[in-house]
């Protein structure tokens, strides 16, 4: 089981600052997760983690820093750099959103030794082609390598579509080896949740690209008409094409990017293939020091984990443009006499209008985001929550 995060500042320094309890042969592997905002990164995030540390909404750009997540097991470190959602300068100036926003997944990239390209195949207008600012990434650091991630799976009725998919996204090679995609649609291909999905490779084992199987994430009930799950077809590919590093000059024409290592196809949300993802980038760890002690979930203080649950939750229930002008202020934070968490945070916002929006008819909008926080901190601290919220107009 992951462990709690710390309640307070200093034990949480304490840790951070402390020296690493690795064992004699450590590994380590530093993760980049990019792609368009809202692709689920956040979400994927805490599912490697096994606890709700990083803030996740329907609205974009809830993640707003730059955090890292601590996966310790055994004798391996997986540093997961979550970034905000890849933006562009003109977004950022409609969000108001801080200029790091712009800098920091480009930050993250430096460091990483994989990168996660999350593609969130639910969402049919940006599905079929990897964003500019992703595919700008990738050509930057072509020598970091890639991994393809399909997220939200589950919510797609027809699975042959994941086919066109994997090969618009990956440009038809995968691991430096051509791809065949056929898809052994049955007679009637509108019954589409028992299209079988074949993707075949016909080269060594070793080069197979896992293709983790969709149908894995409906629970495995759909079979193909030779009962063969997806997960165990393959990927047929030709002879080895060699990684085609293209510079910036051809990106405007691009859709996909022909380097990705491999490809998994998940739902983050429940958790589905999301353990295959998390074995497979164990075993991508290489020798070398890890980074924090073995109790380290994030490098985020408790104030920072709790102030972006807090404003998830006004993400989720305020109309679009006003929770980002909602200013946080944290008046207190102690621990009780029985162990419990005492906060109280005032949450200042521009307008008398706001503030009724958020406190709701009867106070029953600032209560549910009051007691779905105090939840939320429950599961990451591990401990008892009493949370406070009084909203007031910034004078």
């Known amino acids: 089981h992951p462990p709690p995060v710390a309640t307070s500042k200093k034990k949480q320094e304490r840790l951070l600052q ?18 368009a905002p809202n692709a689920g990164k956040s979400t994927l995030c805490n599912q490697l983690l096994g606890r709700k540390v990083f803030p996740v909404s329907k609205k974009v750009h ?3 820093c730059k955090a890292r997540g601590v996966v310790t097991y055994e004798d391996t470190q997986l540093i997961i750099l979550d970034t905000p959602g890849l933006t562009n300068r003109f977004k950022v100036k409609r969000h108001k959103l801080e200029e790091a926003m712009l800098t920091d997944p480009w930050d993250s990239m430096k460091h990483a030794d994989l990168v996660l390209v999350l593609v969130d195949v639910s969402d049919h207008w940006t599905r079929n082609s990897l964003s500019k600012e992703v595919l700008k990434c990738l050509s930057e650091f072509p020598q970091v390598p890639s991994v393809l991630v399909l997220n939200k799976v589950d919510l797609l009725k027809k699975k042959f579509i994941l086919l066109e998919l994997v090969n618009e996204l990956t440009e038809g090679i995968v691991n430096g080896r051509k791809l065949e995609v056929r898809a052994a649609l049955e007679q009637n291909s509108s019954s589409s949740a028992k299209a079988p999905l ?9 080069n197979r690209a896992p293709v983790s199987s969709p149908d894995q994430a409906r629970g495995g009930s759909d079979l193909d008409s030779s009962g063969v799950k997806a997960s165990e ?22 859709k996909g990017w022909p380097c990705f290592q491999e490809i998994f196809m998940l739902a983050a949300l429940h958790g589905e293939e999301v353990d295959t993802l998390k074995r497979y980038l164990l075993m991508q760890a290489k020798p070398g020091p890890w980074e924090f002690h073995s109790r380290v979930l994030t490098s985020q ?3 920072e984990i709790c102030n972006n649950i807090i404003r ?16 946080q202020e944290t008046e207190m934070w102690e621990e009780g006499q029985s162990g419990e968490l005492l906060i109280a945070q005032s949450l200042l916002v521009p307008r008398k209008s706001h503030m009724m929006m958020l ?12 007691q779905e ?9 591990l401990c008892d929550i009493r949370l406070k919220l009084k909203v007031e107009v910034k004078s």
């Open 373 to 381: 926080a105090g939840q939320d901190l429950m599961n990451v601290f």
């Open 359 to 370: 406190i709701g008819r009867g106070g029953k909008v600032i209560s549910r985001i009051a």
């Open 18 to 35: 402390g020296q690493p309890d690795q064992p004699r042969n450590p590994k380590v592997l530093r993760i980049a997760i990019i792609g």
């Open 233 to 254: 077809s393959s990927l047929v590919t030709g002879a080895p094409q060699g990684p085609t590093h293209n510079g910036p000059r051809d990106l405007k024409d691009r």
């Open 198 to 206: 074949q993707i075949t490779q016909a080269s060594p084992a070793e």
């Open 62 to 64: 809830t993640t707003r």
């Open 312 to 327: 998830e939750k006004i993400l989720e229930y305020l109309p679009l443009e006003v929770p980002y002008g909602v200013i």
């Open 301 to 303: 203080s408790p104030q």
